[in-house]
């Protein structure tokens, strides 16, 4: 193993979105790793916006307005713009990526959690403790966790989703990770999401091979259903690929 390439010879697939895994892919690629990007999730817009144009013409109702992933930012955002955008809404984010993209659009401020980036840590801020009686806006893709609405209706909030993109599964099979795996030439598959997991637990089934490989995810509740398995599992201990990265090096010492 070269001293400056610690992933020289060893394959990691990468699930996410094609243009959500370029910069992990570059990380691995300058480790010296060859990256594998097999996307179990495909970001598409909607069929029909009808629904979410319906939602947000009551935008001067709202009090927040909640972006659970910058791909909502993408898809939602330019249709609130051209609403119009009232001065007293308070926006709220998932991570500080979302938040940035948010900012691109004008948007001055945006609470964000100081650590980890998940409904969780968006719940412990002390601003959605205070959200009795108040209208919010939860802009996000068909089908998301309801963690966060549930939790902030029992909190005293009104909650509204206001979907905007939704998800598929581009893949049909595992072939080509079996495949590469028996040519020795897949070591790990980095999983980012929980939906992602179920699909790749889904296609591979009980397959011998899934059990010899490390399962590289970015939060505990994504470990939940293969660590259940029996799989191998390792868990980064931030978020972000740089820390995705470290945690892939770390596995080969």
């Known amino acids: 193993m070269a001293l400056n390439k610690p992933l020289q010879n060893l394959g990691i697939a990468i699930t996410r979105p094609v243009d959500q895994a370029q910069k992990l892919a570059a990380l691995i690629i300058e ?28 935008i001067t109702d709202y009090d927040w307005a909640i972006f659970i992933s910058s791909n909502a930012v993408q898809n939602g955002m330019p249709r609130l713009v051209k609403l119009g955008i009232p001065s007293h809404l308070q926006f709220a984010a998932i991570g500080p990526v979302t938040a940035n993209e948010l900012k691109a659009f004008g948007v001055k401020e945006v609470m964000t959690p100081k650590e980890r980036f998940d409904s969780e840590s968006l719940l412990a801020l002390p601003e959605m403790s205070q959200v009795a009686g108040k209208k919010i806006l939860l802009v996000r893709g068909v089908g998301g966790r309801d963690v966060l609405a549930e939790t902030l209706r029992a909190r005293g909030a009104q909650v509204t989703f206001a979907e905007c ?24 598959i980095v999983v980012t999401s929980s939906e992602a997991m179920r699909h790749l637990l889904d296609l591979a089934g009980d397959a011998d ?22 799989l191998k599992v390792a868990v980064a201990n931030a978020a972000g690929d740089e820390s995705m990265l470290t945690l892939v090096l770390g596995s080969q010492t």
């Open 209 to 230: 091979w899934l059990k010899n490989i490390i399962l590289f995810v970015n939060h505990a509740r994504i470990a939940e259903l293969p660590t259940q398995l029996g």
């Open 31 to 58: 480790a010296g790793g060859t990256p594998i990007l097999f996307p179990l999730i495909e970001i598409t817009p909607l069929n029909d916006y009808k629904q979410f144009d319906a939602v947000i013409s009551h």
């Open 165 to 188: 993109y939704q998800r598929i599964n581009p893949q049909t099979n595992c072939d080509l990770l079996a495949q590469l795996y028996h040519e020795k030439k897949l070591h790990g």
